[in-house]
């Protein structure tokens, strides 16, 4: 069942040596709702996602959980921007993910299966991890998302070696997950189309700071400052 909560970023900084490459004031993302969170190179998606998930330390701030849920039990899922698949079979990558959430073989074996299907992968279901393709093992990192119970789910330009084709069925995967779990999806990407298909918010990021946040087609369509609207000149809507 979809939980009601939102995460509440405050006075986020991270800092390399001397230079700040993150800086949120405040940030307010709500479960039930997909963000697109755009930029340039470097300008600081990566870094967002690596603090909320936990995998980076911030300098300073806090994240805190709003709504009647203990931030313990949010469950949060990360897919990083280089796809790591170890070296076991397809499906044993992928079966990792639930191996403690107590389901019978059974069970396990039918998610597997259908996250493998809902990204296009069950016929190399037991071929090796380190033979896989860019794009293949993205579809992998993705399944082990999918198959996974998650509250929070952060992706870090999830299609970006994938072909067009994959990249459709993946999205459609994830619209699918969302709207089953409710979870807040928080996914970093290049493209505007996929942005627009995906999306219900965007995010901008300029130089580690929100330069613009409200609803993707608003967004894309009206930036407000000078950072957003040089930025999407450059994108073909
Ligand atoms: N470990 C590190 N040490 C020093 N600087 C770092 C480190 N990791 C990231 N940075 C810097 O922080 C800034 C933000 O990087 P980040 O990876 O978050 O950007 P991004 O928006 O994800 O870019 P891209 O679109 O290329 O993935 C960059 O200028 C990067 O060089
Ligand atoms: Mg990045």
């Given at each position: 069942m979809a939980k009601q909560f939102s995460v509440h970023i405050d006075g986020m900084k991270k800092r390399y040596g001397s230079r700040t490459v993150l800086s949120i004031d405040s940030l307010m993302l709500d479960a039930g709702v997909t963000y697109a969170l755009i930029g340039s190179n470097g300008s600081g998606k990566t870094t967002l996602l690596r603090a909320l998930a936990g995998t980076s330390k911030i300098n300073e701030g806090r994240v805190g959980v709003v709504g009647?849920?203990?931030?313990?039990d949010v469950r949060v899922g990360y897919m990083p921007q280089k796809a790591y698949v170890f070296g076991y079979t397809v499906e044993k990558n992928v079966e990792m993910a639930i191996a403690?959430?107590?389901?019978s073989r059974q069970e396990s074996h039918k998610r597997v299966q259908s996250a493998l299907a809902a990204v296009g992968m069950e016929e190399l279901?037991?071929?090796?991890?380190?033979?896989?393709?860019g794009g293949e093992a993205q579809r992998v990192a993705l399944a082990r998302i999918l198959v996974s119970d998650l509250d929070v789910v952060l992706l870090d330009e999830?299609?970006?070696?994938?072909d067009i084709a994959g990249t459709l069925k993946v999205e459609a995967a994830l619209a699918e997950y969302r709207t089953r779990t409710g979870c807040l999806m928080l996914v970093a990407t290049h493209a505007p189309a996929q942005a627009k298909r995906i999306a219900d918010q965007a995010v901008m990021l300029h130089e580690g700071r929100v330069v613009e946040q409200g609803p993707v087609s608003d967004v894309l369509?009206?930036?407000?400052?000078e950072e957003g609207r040089s930025f999407l000149s450059y994108w073909q809507l």
């Open positions: 009647p849920v203990e931030r313990n403690s959430s107590g389901l279901a037991l071929a090796r991890g380190t033979t896989l393709s999830p299609t970006a070696s994938m369509a009206h930036p407000t400052s």
